[in-house]
């Protein structure tokens, strides 16, 4: 017991003291290409390739046309509709107009544009118009021809109506460009009918799929082969026999006159005199939808949001819901956030019908159930039964209208918080009433489900967007916990409202709160934790994740300056991908999700709807220049360089793990509608309240900026110290109006609403600038002019600080008056206000710590964030490895005066060179792995350093022995994977690792294959010596039993421990086990070496840094999956070979990993020990639940 707690003592101060140390910096750029580009309201390319990347969307319906860079379309029904080619014909000469010699490609929302110049039409050019019809299902092309050369003739080629269904409908990134590619397979059995007037109609075999069309009258038709298609010139050769029959049509283009053609899913034929009308009411039903949204800046890349946002935002509608996506994932889910487009974008009536109809589907009996793990998925979640605990009265199910059937995911928590804020917008207490007991069946199953132990923290069971494998086992989350808090607290302020009685929903939140801010809430670092364990150490795991924050915040957990904390956790702590645009002056920035390993769908991804919720984050924080830098960084790539112009992809081109995936996704939808409304225009509504707030995030720069949206008009200009803001509200209720802006002078300013002078005042408690803060009475019209002084703000004082934990920093404010100070994180003592500052000691955690200064310049007071980026007294700056030494750059307080390196004394003169602070250490003193550093500096102190190379070779006069683990081997490495790891376990239902100790709830039943049989025949042939590079050697076990395991499941003790005797250097492990992203960025175990005197030396575990999973290695780009430590040694167990360096090629494991190791590979482990110190024991532990830590072998490094 007293190594267990010792231990523990140790892991649980290393989680709190290291789990943010390093100053994030940023990694070289990378960069894009520009593949459209703003102009005048389109999105233009030329000589673009890509095919199919633009879909056009008609009713709200599957159906949808595939278009893209150059003009070859495929229409999707849904299922194949079939593919359109077109050829261009002058004399004898032919081409496909994808070949033209130029081709300009414009896209606008459901309209493709493209201006073709070529040899063969003569010095003009040829204009394709293709709309997605509005009215009806259908694609209409118009070609208008400027000047083309005499006899010109177009040849259409048509075919494949197969009605066949794609893994993804065709989606990008999912299904390959072929797809919708003309092939044998579509066409088989095709059907062509030819009517008159230009008509025609294709069928399926069996007639189920059927296309009609309408061409200019004077069309000749024919049905040829496949065969007869594949090159242009091939239209013109003489018909052979038809297998595969695709119609092909041709007519000469019309030089005086547009000419129009349509096809239509169904039988009915157009005539062809018809369609001009019919593209003219498409064009006008276009813009009616593209007009929901008007959007004015000095921005020319965002200018052209408004359209494709309110298009995409109805192409996601499909009555009686919101879809989970447009293209790919085009279902019904009562969850994600697809339907928060509703309301910012006026569309208040398909909310209310799809919150309505996902009300008929809410179970109301029976009112409890038992909980039942399903064993057939490995007890890795809740058995998918009506009548068992999740699915019991409160549970929303996936489909509408009262379709009544389980499913795996909790969508409760995001579709009562939109419908919540479908509350705040329109102000309908009738509806409130009637969705009452919907709210209330809500909590109660939330609370009977998920806070089992009624502490107030809540378990997340799949209950947002990113929630594919991940999995909670019981514990306390941040993310739904904060869902939760704010159902909870709005439930109590709604039933004041229809008079009901509140105070046990108002408790409830309260507690939340508490549990929040006591078990979760990381003071001296500034954020919260992503989640407490329910089991075991009852850890918290700190390193958040994007939905941690950006949740937290959008439910009103933090207070304002926990708030700035949190997004200052998202600047310093997650990935940061900064890219350029080749051609725009402007850099970028985006970041993953999380920071966690090992990848697995949905951990750590780079989601454009993630992006979206943490740009809102940052505005509802007041961080408005990183809102917006991330919030168009953002734009930027999906929208302008993703391959879809215009098209909100799920995945960004910069995940590493996945790549680009997915246009018009739902999610990044409906966020980026908020972001707009709520985020850069500040506009929140509680009409329930009759409260609007107006509180805009523009960048400091902009001098205009207008928002037209169907519920709000609100316009921006400055023109010195002047500035006119125009409010129009269409509410149907005026509302007492809050407008607050960033201040431009120290003085309040004169303003006149609606030609009245009003009071002002500058509101204190504000973070990050100085703001005016202006009280509107209720009207539907505010016409106000500011005008500020000439006292204008001077640039503020430096804000952002290094400092060496210990040294006494000051911290100048000139010209401003210090009011107060606030140190949540505890980063300074012994503060002293000095008449230029602050003068303090810095003693905050390592890392990026923040504090706050209240200051007051003029009339203008505010709270000014300071960044100190609190750094170790020593620090190995750079290293470089030259021919026998090594190489360090230092950042020193002092100089060196004595240099101990791995317990052995070395000469000053020889390795230190002052004046240019390095450290040139021959690697004869050196050892492979880890390498410490003591130096004695003039001024007294001692800094130790370590830095860990594995290339460095052990000197051949070094003196190793090996240590015989004999019993406490208990298992053989290769049954990691083949236990049933059952306790311990809650009864509760939850998301947790499966049974074998592998996998994840959304695939319960994976495995990963371990084989040592080649190191087995290995050390029969080597003496059962295992031998690395580097001269370090292994004695490996060759009996049945060849690991000793330990684990916080009860199959193994959670720690064993080996005598040894004697003094050592140093000591190498071979050691193998488990882990997942559940456990990344925490210590997951731990070596622990005890010396007789009672002293310990211990060495943390970590996931993702020096502990591996036996099943596969890291991703590591240095961006989205980054890591801080030299990749360790790994000997792969099917063949006894050591890989020193990242393994050439890896297999897969279907819903787990690209990076698999077939048969799995131990990992090489060290720790420096003390030489002067006889050891007593060398134990492993394992602290972190889930994982599996295991030791194959022991290698000392003998003291001299």
């Keep these: 017991m007293h190594l267990r707690h010792l231990l523990l003592q140790l892991i649980l101060a290393f989680v709190l003291a290291h789990a943010a140390e390093a100053q994030q910096q940023l990694p070289a750029a990378k960069w894009r290409q520009l593949h459209y580009a703003p102009q005048d309201g389109w999105f233009v390319k030329q000589q673009g390739k890509m095919r199919f990347n633009r879909s056009l969307y008609s009713t709200n319906t599957a159906f949808r046309i595939e278009a893209g860079d150059v003009p070859e379309f495929g229409l999707y029904l849904p299922g194949m509709g079939g593919n359109i080619r077109l050829a261009i014909q002058q004399g004898r000469s032919i081409k496909w107009v994808n070949d033209a010699d130029s081709i300009e490609t414009r896209y606008r929302p459901e309209h493709m544009q ?151 899913p169904g039988a009915q034929q157009t005539p062809n005199g018809q369609l001009a009308a019919q593209y003219q009411e498409a064009l006008q039903q276009i813009d009616q939808i593209s007009e929901r949204i008007k959007l004015s800046t000095p921005d020319e890349w965002i200018n052209q949001l408004g359209p494709v946002l309110a298009n995409a935002g109805n192409a996601i509608w499909d009555n009686p819901t919101y879809m989970h996506g447009a293209v790919a994932w085009r279902m019904r889910l009562p969850g994600w956030r697809g339907a928060n487009v509703a309301d910012p974008l006026g569309w208040h009536d398909r909310a209310r019908t799809h919150f309505e109809a996902y009300a008929k589907s809410q179970i109301v009996n029976p009112s409890a159930g038992p909980v039942v793990m399903d064993t057939a998925l490995n007890l890795a979640r809740h058995q998918e039964k009506i009548g068992n605990a999740v699915f ?102 709604l039933a004041a409202l229809i008079g009901k009685d509140g105070i046990a929903y108002a408790a409830e939140a309260n507690k939340i709160m508490n549990a929040i801010q006591q078990n979760l809430w990381l003071a001296d670092k500034g954020w919260l934790a992503e989640y407490k364990d329910a089991l075991g150490h009852r850890l918290v795991h700190p390193a958040a994740a994007l939905w941690t924050v950006y949740h937290a915040i959008d439910s009103k957990v933090p207070d304002p300056f926990q708030a700035w904390q949190m997004m200052q956790y998202v600047s310093h702590e997650i990935p940061a991908i900064p890219f350029k645009i080749k051609g725009v002056p402007d850099s970028f920035l985006l970041r993953s999700t999380t920071n966690w390993h090992p990848y697995v769908w949905s951990i750590n991804n780079v989601a454009l709807g993630e992006l979206m919720h943490t740009s809102l984050a940052y505005w509802q924080a007041g961080d408005n220049e990183q809102a917006f830098k991330l919030w168009k960084s953002s734009l930027m790539e999906s929208l302008y360089c993703g391959a879809g112009p215009g098209a909100f992809h799920q995945l960004l081109s910069f995940d590493a793990a996945r790549g680009e995936l997915y246009r018009d996704f739902a999610d990044p939808v409906g966020v980026a509608a908020r972001t707009v409304v709520e985020g850069l225009f500040g506009i929140k509504p509680n009409v329930l309240e009759q409260r609007l707030l107006i509180e805009p995030g523009f960048p400091k720069a902009w001098q205009h900026a207008s928002l037209s949206v169907p519920d709000i008009q609100v316009s921006f200009k400055r023109n010195g110290i002047e500035e006119l803001w125009d409010i129009h509200q269409q509410w149907p209720v005026k509302m007492q109006t809050a407008l607050r802006i960033p201040a431009i002078s120290t003085y309040l300013p004169t303003v006149l609403v609606n030609g009245v002078q009003v009071p002002v005042q500058f509101d204190a408690a504000h973070i990050g600038q100085p ?10 019209h505010y016409a106000i002019r500011i005008v500020w002084s000439n006292a204008t703000l001077r640039p503020l004082p430096k804000t952002t600080y290094q400092a060496v934990r210990g040294e006494t920093l000051s911290m100048p404010f000139p010209l401003l008056k210090i009011l107060q100070l606030k140190d949540p994180q505890g980063v300074l003592q012994q503060v002293k206000n000095t008449q230029s500052g602050i003068q303090a000691k810095v003693v905050g ?54 240099v101990v390196v791995n317990g052995w004394q070395q000469s000053v003169a020889l390795l230190w060179q002052a004046s240019k602070r390095q450290l040139r250490i021959p690697v004869t003193a050196l050892l492979p792995g880890t390498n410490h550093i003591e130096l004695g500096l003039v001024n007294g102190t001692k800094q130790s350093l370590q830095f860990i190379d594995w290339q460095i070779g052990l000197s051949t006069n070094t003196k190793t022995t090996t240590i015989q683990l004999g019993a406490m081997l208990n298992a053989a490495v290769t049954d990691i994977f083949q236990q049933r790891y059952a306790s311990p376990r809650l009864a509760v239902p939850t998301l947790q690792l499966p049974l074998q ?114 099943e596969q290695d890291y991703i590591e780009d240095g961006y989205q999956f980054a890591r801080q430590t030299p990749r360790p040694p790994r000997v792969h167990l099917a063949t006894g070979e050591v890989w020193m360096t990242a393994k050439p090629k890896y297999s897969s494991i279907k819903g787990m990993t690209n990076m698999a190791i077939d048969g799995g590979a131990a990992t090489v482990v060290d720790i420096p020990l003390r030489a002067d110190k006889t050891l007593q024991s060398i134990a492993w532990k394992s602290i972190s639940n889930d994982v599996v830590i295991g030791t194959m072998a022991i290698t000392l490094l003998q003291a001299d």
């Design 997 to 1110: 100790g592998f996998g994840q709830w959304c695939y319960p039943q994976a495995t990963a294959s371990i084989s040592d049989t080649g190191l087995r025949k290995k050390m029969q042939f080597n003496g059962s010596v295992l031998m690395l590079p580097n001269g370090v050697s292994f004695s490996v076990p060759s009996t049945t039993q060849n690991i000793a395991f330990t684990s916080m499941w009860d199959n193994y003790p959670d720690v064993l421990q080996v005598p040894v005797s004697g003094k050592a250097r140093h000591a190498w492990l071979l050691m193998a086990g488990s882990t997942n992203p559940m456990q990344s960025r925490i210590v997951n175990g731990a070596v622990l070496v005890k010396y007789t005197d009672g002293t310990l030396d211990s060495l943390p575990l970590i996931n993702p840094e020096n502990w591996w999973p036996i």
């Design 392 to 493: 019991s009265s409160g549970y929303i199910c996936r489909n509408p209208n009262g379709d009544i059937r389980p499913h795996h995911y909790d969508m409760n928590l995001v579709f009562v918080d939109q419908l919540l804020t479908h509350f705040e917008w329109t102000g309908d207490t009738a509806f409130v009433q009637s969705m009452w007991s919907l709210l209330e069946r809500h909590l109660a199953w939330e609370k009977r489900n998920f806070d089992t132990d009624d502490d107030g923290l809540y378990d997340a069971y799949c209950c947002i967007w990113a929630s594919d494998a991940l999995q909670y086992s019981g514990g306390g989350v941040a993310h739904s916990s904060a869902y939760n808090y704010r159902a909870f607290s709005a439930a109590a302020r």
């Design 771 to 780: 703001l005016l803060n202006i009280e509107l009475p209720a009207a539907t």
């Design 114 to 264: 493209y201006v073709l110049r070529d040899k063969l039409l003569g010095t003009g050019s040829l204009q394709l118009d293709v709309l997605a019809m509005q009215a009806d299902e259908g694609l209409l092309m118009q070609l208008t021809c400027n000047n083309i050369a005499a006899d010109v003739q177009l040849h259409v080629v048509y075919g494949g109506v197969s009605g066949k269904k794609f893994s993804r409908d065709g989606d990008i990134g999912a299904d390959p460009e072929s797809v919708w590619y003309l092939q044998p397979g579509y066409c088989s059995g095709n059907n062509i009918r030819f009517g008159t007037g230009g008509t025609f109609t294709i069928t399926d075999h069996y007639e189920e799929h059927v296309v009609s069309g309408s061409f200019p009258t004077s069309t000749s038709f024919a049905t040829v082969d496949l065969t007869q298609t594949q090159q242009a010139a091939q239209l013109l050769t003489a018909p052979v026999a038809i297998n595969h029959p695709v119609l092909k049509a041709s007519f000469s283009l019309n030089a005086d006159a547009p000419q129009w053609l349509q096809w239509t």
């Design 845 to 898: 955690q390592l890392g990026s710590r923040h504090l706050f200064v209240q200051v007051q310049h003029g009339a203008a007071i505010w709270w000014q964030p300071v960044l100190i980026q609190v750094n170790p007294a020593a620090a190995i700056v750079s290293k470089t490895n030259l021919n026998g030494a090594v190489q360090l750059q230092l950042n020193l307080p002092a100089a060196v005066k004595s």
